[in-house]
């Protein structure tokens, strides 16, 4: 998607080689204009899927994951890294890694909202090691509902997750694989 590597390329910050923020549009600020079109967009790709709903994980996704499933016209699902007091013990929990803050959290999602026939996408801000998209895979997998695939905005293509998740059999459908970064050389993208 052109329109969000041109809004990488000009706001986005690289730190090192393996972080980028996309904080001023994506995932603190949000450009929900941008959001529109990345709804458009996943809709576009997954047409036809049968998709009845969106699975998310908080926090960074919730947004995107919203303004998607307004083109889908179904809810969205948020799997919360921690059990809080407002929801039932009854639920579905996997755990999963964090690469932004090195950290392992109890995910979990209720099973009032996660159906056998339940046809999910997953919908996510990035991609590198895939252990979001492998845990809420498995929450998804233990409800007995079918994965349609995922649409995440950014992936680190250079980083292992999206190339072994796709190896599984799972449909990927990146709006914007980077090939490499650096603070020096800037971002080269997958073509």
Avoid: W
Wanted: negative net charge.
């Amino acid at each position: 998607m052109e329109l969000l590597k041109q809004r990488i390329r000009q706001d986005g910050v690289i730190k090192g080689t393996d972080v980028l923020k996309v904080d001023r549009f994506l995932n603190h600020q949000m450009d929900i204009d941008l959001f529109d079109r990345i709804g458009e967009e996943f809709l576009c790709r997954f047409h036809g899927c049968g998709v009845n709903k969106i699975l998310t994980i908080e926090a960074s996704g919730i947004g995107i994951a919203c303004i998607t499933a307004r083109f889908f016209h179904c809810p969205v699902v948020f799997a919360k890294k921690s059990q809080s007091s407002n929801i039932s013990a009854d639920v579905y929990s996997t755990k999963v890694r964090s690469f932004t803050h090195g950290k392992t959290y109890d995910v979990v999602v209720s099973k009032e909202y996660l159906h056998p026939e339940d046809r999910i996408l997953v919908i996510d801000d990035f991609l590198a090691n895939g252990a979001a998209l492998e845990g809420l895979f498995d929450l998804i997998h233990q409800a007995g509902a079918q994965v349609v695939g995922a649409g995440i905005c950014i992936e680190k293509a250079f980083q292992p997750g999206g190339d072994l998740l796709r190896k599984q059999g799972y449909r990927i459908e990146s709006l914007a694989r980077i090939k490499s970064m650096s603070e020096e050389k800037g971002i080269e993208f997958v073509d």
